[in-house]
């Protein structure tokens, strides 16, 4: 009953938003990625279009720290992770902060992730096991990740492609 329990909860979380929430942020440097600019981006699942546009803020001499101020207020850091397939921090204006990942197809376009917890969630719940890293249902409806900052952002980092599924694509704009 227990484990049927946490499945659906897990399953009603992916459906609903997907994204791992933090209790505190994982990343302390980002990562320079090719978001700068204005994009279209387009939901996969309700076709909803908007215009986001996101402006580069580097500070530091020998070791830069890039963070990316979206037009909501969020503020987007990422960790290359495998080519062009990074994680993605964002603190969004009210505080709250969340990874997803995001995989950057051409300097033109970029197509943003989740976890894939209904096919694959056998193989995120023993990554968690394995990084100490508990997941649980959110009031906001994303998966929290509650463990050691540093056990997170290893359990973060050995997700690869067949861990996520697309959400979001986006298109630059001239």
């Not at 049927?4 to 942020?25: D, I, K, T, V």
């Not at 009210?94 to 300097?107: H, K, N, Q, R, V």
């Not at 209904?118 to 409806?141: D, H, Q």
């Amino acid at each position: 009953m227990r484990a049927a329990l946490r499945f659906l909860l897990l399953f009603a979380a992916l459906c609903l938003a997907g994204c791992y929430e933090l209790l505190e942020p994982v990343l302390e440097r980002g990562e320079k990625a090719p978001i700068a600019g204005r994009f279209q981006c387009v939901d996969d699942f309700t076709g909803e279009k908007r215009t986001d546009s996101f402006d580069e803020k580097a500070s530091g001499f020998f070791f830069r720290d890039y963070r990316y101020a979206a037009s909501d207020g969020a503020e987007l850091m990422f960790l290359r992770l495998d080519g062009d397939f990074y994680l993605v921090q964002t603190k969004d204006k009210d505080g709250s902060i969340t990874a997803s990942f995001a995989e950057f197809l051409s300097d033109k376009t970029i197509a943003l992730f989740v976890a894939k917890l209904v096919t694959r969630g056998e193989a995120i719940e023993a990554l968690a096991r394995k990084y100490k890293v508990n997941i649980s249902y959110a009031p906001s409806a994303n998966l929290r990740l509650v463990g050691a900052r540093g056990d997170i952002l290893d359990f973060l980092r050995a997700h690869d492609r067949s861990m996520v599924t697309l959400t979001t694509h986006c298109a630059r704009l001239p």
